[in-house]
């Protein structure tokens, strides 16, 4: 544990049991309500007052790893989470996933929100922030750096992302590839047990597709090294000290390039998951970020690694 986590007495989690971990899904989709939006048929969480936080969704299924947030953030802001329609057919790109969350505050009559994304959701997080300035208030991003890695990189970017995106693989790769593959790279050493996790994962149907055509896209085009320095609104950034997706060194040369990013902290392992596995430290540090910015508080001229 680092000394940063030591003052704040928080501790990671040593496990989630089963009886938690439901009970917390239960909650979340018990209290997604259905919507309809310009004809899209969706769900959202939508609770409490005051500044308007969204939760960034990563994929249809995973919308528990949010519950500690919904939870706790209620209390003293409207929180808001919905549910993602993954493509099976054609290829959704960052900009229609930004779109989803420009139509869900027009729908709930939301002018400007803080936004949290975690992994993957982190990609359109930024991608909002970039395109809609004038609707954001702050922007907080967990294990997602200026580049998505998967290793080995050379082999991932020179043959596996080429293949994924030009043959027709989702036709002969079964699901159950992409389901191990999700649960080796997000439990990491964390408290969230690998059953638990594919109980998520299982919960996506078309997984190969889904992939394909829903997360591929995204993942295999974010690069923020071009733009990073133009994205001038708050930013606060939290890792996990052995992701591999997100290497610990570059979200720090991102936290560098952003021109008012407010802190960079690692935790220790925990996981992919950290907003649920390390769910109070996480509040702590978003609730310490958006004081700051209540308070009027200028970005630190310099961003180090806590």
């Keep these: 544990m680092s000394g940063t986590e030591e003052r704040a007495g928080l501790q990671r989690r040593d496990t989630v049991g089963d009886e938690e971990f439901f009970a917390d899904e239960r909650f979340v989709l018990e209290g997604m309500k259905p919507a309809e939006i310009e ?3 969706t769900s959202i969480y939508d609770e409490g007052t005051g500044e308007a936080i969204v939760f960034v ?3 249809g299924g995973l919308e528990v790893v949010y519950a500690k947030q919904l939870q706790a953030f209620a209390e003293t802001n409207r929180v808001i989470l919905h549910k993602r329609t993954e ?11 930004v779109d989803e969350i420009r139509k ?7 002018e400007k929100a803080h936004l949290v994304g975690l992994g993957e959701a982190g990609i359109t997080t930024y991608n909002f922030g970039r395109e809609h300035p004038d609707r954001t208030l702050s922007l907080t991003v967990l294990c997602c750096g200026p580049l998505y890695r998967v290793k080995p990189y050379w082999l991932t970017k020179r043959l596996i992302e080429p293949v994924i995106d030009r043959l027709p693989v989702e036709r002969f790769l079964p699901d159950s590839l992409i389901r191990s593959f999700v649960v080796k790279t997000t439990s ?3 408290p969230l047990p690998k ?14 597709r889904v992939h394909k055509y829903s997360v591929a896209p995204i993942e295999h085009k974010h690069d923020m090294y071009t733009w990073a320095h133009t994205l001038d609104v708050p930013v606060f950034l939290i890792n996990r000290d052995d992701d591999k997706v997100a290497p610990v060194d570059e979200m720090g040369d991102l936290a560098r390039l952003l021109p ?3 802190g960079y902290e690692v935790l220790n392992d925990g996981g992919r998951f950290v907003t649920y596995t390390w769910a109070e430290r996480v509040n702590e540090l978003l609730r310490g970020f958006l004081a700051r910015l209540a308070a ?3 970005p630190p001229l310099t961003v180090e690694r806590r």
């Design 39 to 41: 004809g899209w048929q």
């Design 57 to 59: 969704p990563i994929l």
């Design 87 to 97: 493509s099976l057919h054609e290829r959704v790109p960052v900009g229609p996933r």
């Design 104 to 110: 869900v505050l027009d729908h709930l009559g939301i």
């Design 188 to 190: 990491g050493n964390g």
């Design 195 to 208: 059953h638990l996790i594919l109980h998520m994962v299982e919960s996506i149907p078309n997984q190969m």
């Design 260 to 262: 008012r990013c407010y």
């Design 296 to 298: 009027g508080e200028p």
